[in-house]
């Protein structure tokens, strides 16, 4: 069975930093593209970033670029993703993502990141 | 605003089929047969229903179907059933900045 579990979500202030994690099981971490995908209170989901399978590629959406920084530990079928320069328009919850192909085939139960002061 | 434009809500009685539309540009949906769709039951995580713009993971009811006409894709639910009651999302590869775009979402209610 495919499981996906995030970690790391919490209140934080504007301005301050959050890492997230994502344990994974039931799949050849390694083997795979992993993503994370955003969904803001109320409103739609947004690709936040993709990581290729070895860790040398990474790509982000244009309003994260600089701040948050996609990682993984295959040793560990780890992801993360560490967030610098919260801001309020970041609160959402946070789904780690496996990228079977070109879709979002298994999901997380999502970590909420709340940016407030 | 999202990238791909969705209906905000269709409906239908159990039995009748709906169809959710999915309307991109030539630099998404029009450019890759990368269209997928998601079901969203509330307070949980979405689940890939199509993929490849006509596809079906295993375990996910014949029901479902997907289809593409230039930059425009689309949702077709069969035989509604109270449980199909959700929101649905399309989402695409893009060649723009952002790898991936999503649509707004299309809340389905089953009357």
């Known amino acids: 069975e495919v499981q996906l579990v995030e970690s790391g979500g919490g209140l934080v202030q504007p301005g301050g930093s959050l890492r997230l994690s994502c344990a994974t099981s039931?799949?050849?971490?390694?083997?795979?593209?992993m993503s994370w995908v955003r969904q803001a209170p109320g409103k739609g989901l947004e690709w936040v970033a993709n990581?290729?399978?070895?860790?040398?590629?990474?790509y982000y959406v244009d309003s994260v670029k600089g701040r948050f920084s996609i990682s993984r530990d295959n040793a560990e079928n780890s992801l993360f993703l560490q967030m610098n320069s919260l801001r309020a328009e970041d609160t959402a919850v946070y789904y780690c993502?496996?990228?079977?192909?070109?879709?979002?085939?298994?999901w997380g139960q999502g970590t909420l990141v709340t940016v407030s002061s | 605003q999202s990238a791909l434009t969705q209906p905000a809500s269709v409906s239908g009685s159990p039995g009748q089929s709906i169809t959710i539309s999915c309307t991109g540009t030539s630099s998404d949906v029009g450019a890759y047969n990368y269209v997928s769709w998601y079901q969203q039951q509330p307070g949980k995580a979405p689940k890939l229903m199509i993929y490849d713009v006509s596809k079906r993971p295993s375990g996910v009811s014949s029901r479902f179907s997907g289809s593409k006409s230039g930059n425009t894709a689309s949702l077709t639910i069969s035989g509604l059933l109270a449980e199909d009651e959700a929101d649905y999302y399309c989402?695409?590869?893009?060649?723009?900045?952002?790898?991936?775009?999503f649509g707004g979402g299309t809340k389905l209610t089953v009357l």
């Open positions: 993502v496996h990228n079977s192909g070109w879709r979002f085939g298994y």
């Open positions: 989402g695409s590869y893009t060649t723009g900045s952002t790898a991936w775009v």
């Open positions: 039931g799949f050849t971490f390694r083997g795979s593209w």
């Open positions: 990581i290729n399978r070895e860790g040398s590629e990474t």
